[in-house]
């Protein structure tokens, strides 16, 4: 049985910790924060509302998280949604079209089939060369896919002979709302991925939200099945130095609080920027860390807004707005079972690119937002406020959120076990085929887990190998 260390009670985090408890072991988990969830945590405010980090969509594709769902027995906790891609029309003011799926079709018969019935955002012709520039990508497979990294969207729509409009009309959407930037920056390996798996998997495109607040409904089933096997999880415990033993290897963790945490196997499930500035010196110029300076998170604002009337220009949908200044957006009173209203709409949306507007005021975020509003709700928002009222509002800023896919990332991401032995990381930068989504952390936590596991008796080895050596000095 090993005893094992990590930083960052992330879902990364939480996957590593509760698959090594599964595995026998006894991981103790240290949470920088009084919150559980790193990117998915959520705070209550005076009211007993919740504000989130970001407003999390669950897909069918995503295997791994519904297995930790199953092995928790919160399966239920799933809303899903019909089968559809909504999207809002900026050119018609309040409108909205539809990709539906149909449930009688297989895969990617019922995604073609979703493609051809819409008729608002292409034309046929532009469909006609958007299938043909797709052929490539459908047959070369994984192979394909990973070969594009170099490319962004846009350079590869226009390499592939797909007209800029289909671009404009999907993919700015698209790619914002994957990793909150436009296809002028995205890598078009990450588009690739989505559409494989949305294309391939009958429910991969389909979506469900979570039915309350995730460190509650998500993190603290994890948290009880830790704790249940023997682990421990830790909040308030920010590291402020890995400190090394001569050999270069990890001697403990040194919190702020002024504690050294000693383990047999030691996990850094912190975003990576962050892993970067606790980097030892010793370490920084291993080929293996040094790629690391390549990724870089994407500074992206959640925004939440309670309106004092119920808004009926929505659905019980994650909807894209196709906003300059918006990504994805839902109406929360009526998508979310916790935070249901009849009477009132809360608003959750997603503020990005968010560069430009990462340092700027709530106030100033917040009328840019209403502006945007008054396009997707013409009838019921207007900027001055003179339609539906804003009760209150919350904004969320994270300045350094996923890695940001940009162009030739992919060789740059890490494998879960380091070149230091006993040290490993865990996080969605980390190399595994679902990049920067819950699924990606969950599935680098589960590898993470699995290195840890097939590395027991070299762990043991070198434990052994520490202790000899404090004997002897």
Known sequence: MLESYQEYASLAGLSTA?????????????????????????????????????????????????????????????????????????????????FDFPEVLPAPL??????????????????????????PAMLGGQPYVEAQDGLTVKEWMRKQGIPDRVTNEVFIAMSKALNFINPDELSMQCILIALNRF????????????????????????????????????????????????????????????????????????????????????????????????????????????????????YDHLLFSRSPLLSVYADMSVTCKEYYNPNQSMLELVFAPAEEWIARSDS??????????AKLFPDEISADQSKAKVIKYHIVKTPRSVYKTVPDCEPCRPLQRSPIEGFYLAGDYTKQKYLASMEGAVLSGKLCAQSI?????????????????????
């Open 18 to 98: 509760k698959y090594l408890a599964d595995a026998g072991h006894k991981p103790l988990l240290l949470e920088a924060r009084d919150v559980l969830g790193g990117k998915v945590g959520a705070w209550k405010d005076d009211d007993g509302d919740w504000y989130e980090t970001g407003l999390h969509i669950f897909f069918g594709a995503y295997p791994n998280v519904q297995s930790l769902f199953g092995e928790l027995g919160i399966n239920d906790r799933l809303q899903w949604k019909e089968h559809s891609m909504i999207f809002a029309m900026p050119n018609k003011p309040g409108e909205f079209s539809r």
């Open 453 to 473: 596991v097939q590395d027991y008796e070299l762990l043991l080895a070198l434990g052994q190998r520490k202790l000899a050596g404090a004997s002897i000095h």
């Open 199 to 314: 294309l391939q998997e009958k429910n991969g495109s389909k979506m469900a939200f979570l039915d309350g607040n995730p460190p509650e409904r998500l993190c603290m089933p994890i948290v009880n099945h830790i704790e249940s096997l023997g682990g421990e999880v830790r909040l308030n415990s920010r590291i402020k130095k890995i400190e090394l033993n001569d050999d270069g290897t990890v001697k403990s963790f040194l919190l702020t609080n002024g504690n050294a945490i000693e383990g047999d196997a030691y996990v850094m499930a912190a975003p990576v920027d962050i892993l970067k500035l606790l980097l030892p010196e010793d370490w920084r110029e291993i080929s293996y860390f040094k790629k690391l300076e390549k990724l870089v998170g994407v500074p992206v604002i959640n925004v939440h807004i309670w309106f004092d009337r119920k808004l009926k220009n929505t």
């Open 364 to 373: 100033e975020i917040i009328d840019a937002t209403m502006k945007e509003l």
């Open 110 to 135: 019922n995604g073609i089939w979703a493609i051809l019935k819409n008729n608002e955002m292409l034309t046929w012709p532009e469909k006609v060369k958007f299938a043909i520039g797709l052929l």
